[in-house]
């Protein structure tokens, strides 16, 4: 079993290199992936946001044994629409989870006034919470505002997509140090170089970092192959399957 804990499908192809779903299938057909937890794509249009999560939620309906549907809300749209979103991809989508992105929304994770009423919406309705963790905008989605987040909902699960990374350079001792004080953190190891991301597995424990390939961003096969190839090197067989599936299982609540 193999579950891809970060791949996006959009609508159309008119931004950058999106893909529609048919081709992510074909993707995680060519990979060997078995499930994909399924976000909306970057580059990121308000316009697009109702239409996008809709496409989402038809292309769930159409392969429901391979993608894993994940809500995204915009602090900017104004929380009575938010609140909105939310209700939506959870109750009528049956998404597992709602995504914040800072780093495309610019906002603050931690912000009183536009995430955190959000957030609490979220988990309220008893679900995972993701968040974008790069050190492509910094100041935004810093690691340390997840541990604050993380800390005030101690019941919530979050995941912290890319573990500081998404750039050149990164923030993954900090997301290792927020997953150290916060058991209800799991790190999603996409868009992170191979040294920091074995050494999150080492230091935190294979069953609180899962595989993610950031497709169509990466390629999904050689992002399989590069895990594939530390994991005989570095870790045991059953590392391996938290790793590759179980992780992100058991922070999304999937029976095994």
């Given at each position: 079993m193999?579950?891809?804990?970060?791949?996006?499908?959009?609508?159309?192809?008119?931004?950058?290199?999106?893909?529609?779903?048919?081709?992510?299938?074909?993707?995680?057909?060519?990979a060997g992936?078995?499930?994909?937890l399924t976000?909306i794509?970057?580059p990121y249009?308000?316009?697009?946001?109702d239409n996008?999560?809709?496409?989402?939620?038809?292309?769930v309906?159409?392969?429901p044994?391979?993608?894993?549907g994940?809500?995204?809300v915009?602090?900017n749209l104004?929380?009575?629409?938010?609140?909105?979103?939310?209700r939506?991809?959870i109750?009528?989508?049956?998404f597992?989870?709602?995504?914040?992105?800072?780093?495309?929304?610019?906002?603050?994770?931690?912000?009183?006034t536009?995430?955190?009423?959000?957030?609490?919406a979220?988990?309220r309705?008893?679900?995972p919470v993701?968040f974008?963790c790069?050190?492509?905008?910094?100041?935004?989605?810093h690691?340390?505002?997840?541990?604050?987040?993380?800390k005030?909902?101690p019941?919530?699960?979050?995941?912290?997509?890319?573990?500081g990374?998404?750039?050149?350079?990164?923030?993954?001792?900090?997301?290792?140090?927020?997953?150290?004080?916060c058991?209800?953190?799991?790190?999603i190891?996409?868009?992170?170089?191979?040294?920091?991301?074995?050494?999150?597995?080492?230091?935190?424990?294979?069953?609180?970092?899962?595989?993610?390939?950031d497709?169509?961003?990466e390629?999904?096969?050689?992002?399989?192959?590069?895990?594939?190839?530390?994991?005989?090197?570095?870790?045991?067989?059953?590392?391996?399957?938290?790793?590759?599936?179980?992780?992100i299982?058991?922070?999304?609540?999937?029976?095994?």
């Open positions: 193999i579950i891809d804990a970060d791949v996006h499908i959009s609508p159309t192809r008119e931004s950058g290199n999106s893909i529609l779903v048919e081709e992510l299938i074909e993707r995680m057909d060519d992936v078995d499930k994909g976000w794509q970057p249009v308000r316009s697009l946001l996008s999560l809709k496409y989402l939620y038809e292309s309906k159409r392969f044994d391979r993608l894993l994940f809500g995204w915009d602090p104004g929380l009575d629409r938010c609140f909105d979103t939310i939506r991809c109750e009528e989508y049956g597992y989870g709602v995504k914040l992105n800072g780093a495309q929304n610019t906002f603050y994770l931690d912000d009183e536009t995430s955190i009423p959000l957030i609490e979220i988990s309705l008893g679900k993701a974008h790069g050190a492509d905008v910094r100041d935004y989605t690691p340390f505002l997840i541990a604050k987040v993380a005030r909902f019941e919530t699960q979050f995941l912290m997509v890319h573990m990374g998404a750039a050149f350079d990164d923030f993954s001792r900090s997301a290792i140090q927020a997953a150290n004080e058991p209800n953190l799991t790190l190891g996409s868009a992170i170089r191979s040294i920091p991301l074995i050494g999150a597995i080492k230091e935190l424990g294979s069953h609180r970092v899962a595989f993610g390939s497709t169509p961003f390629l999904m096969y050689l992002e399989i192959r590069k895990y594939q190839a530390f994991i005989e090197k570095e870790f045991t067989p059953e590392d391996g399957e938290n790793i590759m599936w179980r992780t299982a058991g922070a999304l609540g999937l029976t095994p």
